[in-house]
Protein backbone atom coordinates (compact mmCIF):
# COMPACT_ATOMS: atom_id res chain seq x y z
CA UNK A 1 0.00 0.00 0.00
CA UNK A 2 1.71 3.23 -0.92
CA UNK A 3 1.33 6.23 0.75
CA UNK A 4 1.69 9.94 -0.01
CA UNK A 5 3.40 12.81 2.64
CA UNK A 6 3.56 16.02 1.28
CA UNK A 7 5.45 19.43 2.45
CA UNK A 8 6.57 22.63 1.95
CA UNK A 9 3.24 24.70 2.50
CA UNK A 10 2.93 28.00 4.05
CA UNK A 11 2.02 31.85 4.04
CA UNK A 12 3.98 33.91 1.54
CA UNK A 13 2.96 37.15 0.14
CA UNK A 14 0.89 37.81 -3.87
CA UNK A 15 3.56 36.97 -6.38
CA UNK A 16 5.92 35.00 -4.04
CA UNK A 17 6.98 31.29 -4.14
CA UNK A 18 6.57 27.67 -2.82
CA UNK A 19 7.56 24.75 -4.23
CA UNK A 20 5.90 21.45 -2.36
CA UNK A 21 6.89 18.21 -2.15
CA UNK A 22 5.27 14.15 -2.57
CA UNK A 23 7.32 11.50 -1.35
CA UNK A 24 5.57 7.96 -2.03
CA UNK A 25 6.77 4.97 0.28
CA UNK A 26 6.92 1.65 -1.26
CA UNK A 27 9.46 0.30 -3.61
CA UNK A 28 8.23 2.46 -6.61
CA UNK A 29 5.40 4.68 -7.79
CA UNK A 30 3.90 1.96 -10.00
CA UNK A 31 0.56 4.67 -11.14
CA UNK A 32 0.53 5.84 -14.55
CA UNK A 33 0.15 9.65 -12.75
CA UNK A 34 0.30 11.79 -9.80
CA UNK A 35 -1.81 14.77 -9.72
CA UNK A 36 -1.88 17.84 -7.37
CA UNK A 37 -5.54 19.13 -6.17
CA UNK A 38 -6.03 21.91 -4.16
CA UNK A 39 -9.58 22.84 -1.69
CA UNK A 40 -10.44 26.42 -0.51
CA UNK A 41 -12.97 26.86 2.52
CA UNK A 42 -16.68 26.27 0.93
CA UNK A 43 -15.45 25.04 -2.10
CA UNK A 44 -14.77 21.92 -4.32
CA UNK A 45 -11.98 19.94 -4.47
CA UNK A 46 -10.12 20.88 -7.58
CA UNK A 47 -7.17 19.60 -10.25
CA UNK A 48 -4.43 21.58 -10.15
CA UNK A 49 -1.76 19.77 -11.93
CA UNK A 50 -0.90 16.03 -13.38
CA UNK A 51 2.40 14.32 -14.50
CA UNK A 52 2.87 11.05 -16.55
CA UNK A 53 5.26 9.15 -14.24
CA UNK A 54 7.05 7.75 -16.76
CA UNK A 55 7.04 9.95 -19.56
CA UNK A 56 7.07 13.32 -17.64
CA UNK A 57 4.03 14.35 -20.21
CA UNK A 58 2.06 17.45 -17.66
CA UNK A 59 -1.38 18.94 -17.56
CA UNK A 60 -2.23 21.97 -16.04
CA UNK A 61 -5.45 23.31 -15.25
CA UNK A 62 -6.16 26.69 -16.61
CA UNK A 63 -5.69 28.66 -13.65
CA UNK A 64 -1.84 28.01 -12.61
CA UNK A 65 -1.13 27.32 -16.59
CA UNK A 66 2.28 29.37 -16.77
CA UNK A 67 2.49 30.14 -13.21
CA UNK A 68 3.23 26.85 -12.01
CA UNK A 69 5.37 24.02 -13.21
CA UNK A 70 4.81 20.14 -11.74
CA UNK A 71 7.58 17.84 -12.14
CA UNK A 72 8.73 14.42 -10.95
CA UNK A 73 12.50 12.52 -9.77
CA UNK A 74 11.24 8.73 -10.51
CA UNK A 75 14.46 7.35 -8.10
CA UNK A 76 13.36 9.76 -5.19
CA UNK A 77 9.88 8.53 -5.80
CA UNK A 78 8.77 12.14 -5.11
CA UNK A 79 6.69 14.68 -7.08
CA UNK A 80 7.33 17.94 -6.89
CA UNK A 81 4.95 21.62 -7.83
CA UNK A 82 6.43 24.78 -8.06
CA UNK A 83 4.15 27.63 -7.62
CA UNK A 84 5.40 30.96 -8.93
CA UNK A 85 3.38 34.04 -8.84
CA UNK A 86 1.60 33.44 -6.29
CA UNK A 87 -2.22 35.23 -5.76
CA UNK A 88 -4.83 35.76 -2.78
CA UNK A 89 -7.31 33.08 -4.76
CA UNK A 90 -4.38 30.23 -5.06
CA UNK A 91 -5.06 29.95 -0.96
CA UNK A 92 -6.08 26.53 -0.21
CA UNK A 93 -4.97 22.99 1.59
CA UNK A 94 -3.28 21.46 -1.64
CA UNK A 95 -3.07 17.49 -1.67
CA UNK A 96 -1.22 14.84 -3.93
CA UNK A 97 -2.68 11.47 -5.24
CA UNK A 98 -1.92 8.67 -7.00
CA UNK A 99 -4.60 8.05 -10.09
CA UNK A 100 -6.46 5.09 -10.12
CA UNK A 101 -8.42 4.57 -13.51
CA UNK A 102 -10.04 7.19 -15.52
CA UNK A 103 -9.31 11.04 -16.58
CA UNK A 104 -7.39 12.86 -14.75
CA UNK A 105 -9.03 16.05 -13.81
CA UNK A 106 -11.31 14.34 -11.66
CA UNK A 107 -10.93 13.64 -7.74
CA UNK A 108 -12.91 10.25 -7.51
CA UNK A 109 -10.35 9.02 -10.19
CA UNK A 110 -7.50 9.10 -7.36
CA UNK A 111 -7.15 6.40 -4.58
CA UNK A 112 -4.50 6.76 -2.47
CA UNK A 113 -4.09 10.57 -0.92
CA UNK A 114 -1.46 12.57 0.96
CA UNK A 115 -2.74 14.49 4.28
CA UNK A 116 -2.84 17.74 2.25
CA UNK A 117 -0.66 20.81 3.28
CA UNK A 118 -2.07 24.35 3.66
CA UNK A 119 -0.55 27.12 1.20
CA UNK A 120 -1.80 30.92 2.21
CA UNK A 121 -0.85 33.78 -0.11
CA UNK A 122 -1.49 37.51 1.60
CA UNK A 123 -2.36 40.42 -0.53
Known amino acids: QVQLVESGGGLVQAGGSLRLSCAASGRTFSRYYMGWFRQAPGKEREFVAAIKWSEAATFYADSVKGRFTISRDVAEKTGYLQMDSLKPEDTAVYYC????????????????WGQGTQVTVSS
Open 97 to 112: AAHNFGAIYYPKNYNI
